[in-house]
């Protein structure tokens, strides 16, 4: 619960606040930026939502918030601020982010293939998220993009009997697994599932990609939306920078329209060209 008391010094003025105890994970600003502004160390109120659409934002930073820093000082909550939240087909997100992923997104893909519903990586495990994911069929397969996003899985694998699947380079950090990736070969997981492992962030990191479509890139891989291009994050990385180009570029023989990151933006919407930019990225990359 935010605390009124402990507000940041550059709110703007009015029922919208963060508080001091924000770890500037971005997450608000990712839902409603303008609303939202980073100050250099913490977000901030840089103004109050203005309509519905900005109002609904909020509420969803306020659930998203991973250190619950976010006070709306009873502004109600309208019906539609509820996660998982519908981004495309069946790909939802699921919000309610932890402080022990950084405010790491996570993602439900409900699968109608007979193989179950696939949870990417690692939500704060809030009762009305995993009632929802309940009532939506459960949870058959959890996703670990890498070792960072791994947090809360093995309590949600342990409601709904899931197998949990990591690469064995950071096996390490998810004592709870039960799957394995090996080696720096895409497998299928199941029909439409392709787990493709992509060193270089960590030297375990997988991207996921669902149905030739969906590609879920952890925290090797994500959208800029300034540049409105795809990025790659050098200062966050913790294995190696020549590997992550090197497997950034066997990701691009791959399709897909979306990329579904774990920190920083997801692409706006499905782009054909996205194989393309990512063979331009990992060229820039090298240089
Ligand atoms: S989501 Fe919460 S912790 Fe993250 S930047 Fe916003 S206020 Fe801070």
Redesign the pocket.
Known sequence: MADPARKHSRNASGPWF??D?????????E?APGV?D?AGD??FVAREPANPDEIRRAWL?LL???????GSSGVPRPADAVFPLRIDGDVSLCGY?S?ETF?GQAYFVRRQDGHGNLLVDSPRPVEALLHSLESQGGVADILLTHRDDVAHAGETGARFGSRIWIHEDDADSAPFATHFIRGTQAIELHRGVLAIPIPGHTRGSVAFLVDGTYLFSGDSLAWDREAEDLEAFRDYTWYSWEAQARSLERLATHSFTWVLPGHGDRTPHAMPDLPARLRALARRMRR
């Not at 998203?64 to 820093?69: D, L, V, Y």
């Open positions: 963060v508080d105890t924000c770890i500037d994970c971005g997450v608000c600003r839902h939202f980073d913490a977000s930073s998203a918030c991973p250190t619950r820093s976010i982010t402080r405010g």
